[in-house]
């Protein structure tokens, strides 16, 4: 599966963006996908996580209540929705996708086999 990450932009602290992760070449069905993000200088680090088998969906503490992970089965696409966006969520953000990731790594970016290219998400104070 091949996937390509889109949506970010600028935005002021307090404001909204949704993230898009398309996929092509597969079926998002039968992946778990999760969100990570890099900042300068900083760790990759995990976002949020959905999967398609109706296991629910995981979020980082720091994000959870502001984040918001869903799909569009027919688009083939995940989305992730970020409300009340701070200045510390600037970073880029990456989608990816396992079939093999077991739900207690959810959060371990070393488990994921296919990547997005990132997308920029700038938050100003």
């Known amino acids: 599966v091949q996937l390509q990450a889109f949506g970010g932009g600028l935005v002021q602290a307090g404001g909204s963006l949704t993230l898009s992760c398309a996929a092509s070449?597969?079926?998002?069905?039968?992946?778990?996908v999760g969100w990570f993000r890099q900042a300068p200088g900083k760790e990759r680090e995990f976002v949020a996580a959905?999967?398609?088998?109706?296991?629910?969906?995981y979020y980082a503490s720091s994000v959870k209540g502001r984040f918001t992970i869903s799909r569009d089965n027919a688009k083939n696409t995940v989305y992730l929705q970020m409300n009340s966006l701070k200045p510390e969520d600037t970073a880029v953000y990456y989608c990816?996708?396992?079939?093999?990731?077991?739900?207690?790594?959810?959060?371990?970016?070393?488990?994921?086999?296919?990547w997005g290219q990132g997308t920029q998400v700038t938050v100003s104070s």
């Open positions: 990816a996708a396992s079939s093999t990731v077991h739900l207690s790594a959810l959060s371990n970016a070393g488990e994921y086999s296919y």
């Open positions: 070449e597969g079926t998002l069905s039968n992946y778990r």
């Open positions: 959905f999967s398609w088998r109706g296991e629910g969906t």
